[in-house]
């Protein structure tokens, strides 16, 4: 079974720029997750979707980042325009229906210069 | 809301010493408790999970964790480390019965010397 696949693995931008990052759950799991970590602290909660509809978005910065879904299957956050302070490592994760744990991707370190 | 602290950021030990992570939780409802483990370069790895029932659970690795309601604390233990335990660990909590999300701890650095 493939695991919670995320791409690009590293992404350098300038200040200004818009940057996509991809997240393929894994197969069947409805619930599917982003988090962040930025400059070593904690690992925080951006929003939650179950099948294509956004349970949870309470964790989502601003409206410079914007998060889809369609289908239902894999998910895209989308930072336009990028600023110094969204540097960092995105992940996703992604679970079954009701159930833990969630299981994360490898994330995305994320760069604006 | 949740919250978690991880007493220590960083802890040395030397190679097949023991080890204690220490992770406390606040919450005012019932909670599942993770730890969850990043090594070098590599995306985060669940080590084990608190939903119910024992309050030892044992995870992957030779790691386990004793989940203590009185003292909300979920401590993670390995009787004799290896180098390759060297990462970083996360102590995480969410709100029982269901797919809530995950508060985590600021993570414990652990380096195992020869």
């Known amino acids: 079974e493939a695991g919670v696949t995320q791409f690009p693995s590293h992404s350098v931008i300038e200040k200004g720029q818009t940057v996509t990052l991809r997240c393929d759950p894994i197969s069947g799991h409805d619930n599917l997750y982003w988090y962040r970590r930025v400059m070593g602290k904690e690992i925080k909660f951006l929003l939650h979707f179950v099948k294509e509809s956004k349970q949870d978005e309470s964790g989502m910065p601003n409206n410079r980042f914007l998060a889809e879904r369609t289908g239902g299957t894999y998910s895209t956050l989308k930072v336009q325009p990028a600023e110094l302070e969204d540097s960092g490592v995105y992940f996703c994760?992604?679970?079954?229906?009701?159930?833990?744990?969630?299981?994360f991707g490898d994330g995305t370190r994320l760069s604006i210069l | 809301a949740q919250s978690v602290t991880q007493l220590d950021s960083q802890v040395p030990v030397f190679e097949e010493a023991p080890v204690e992570l220490r992770c406390n939780y606040s919450s005012s409802v019932s909670v599942y408790l993770f730890w969850y483990v990043q090594y070098p370069n590599q995306g985060l790895q669940l080590l084990l999970k608190y939903l119910s029932g024992s309050t030892l659970v044992k995870g992957i690795n030779g790691f386990e964790a004793e989940f203590n309601k009185s003292q909300t604390s979920f401590h993670l233990r390995k009787p004799s480390v290896h180098i390759s335990d060297t990462a970083e660990y996360f102590c995480?909590?969410?709100?029982?019965?269901?797919?809530?999300?995950?508060?985590f701890g600021a993570g414990t650095r652990l380096a195992v010397h020869p």
């Open positions: 995480a909590v969410t709100k029982s019965g269901g797919y809530n999300k995950l508060i």
């Open positions: 994760a992604s679970s079954q229906d009701g159930v833990q744990p969630q299981h």
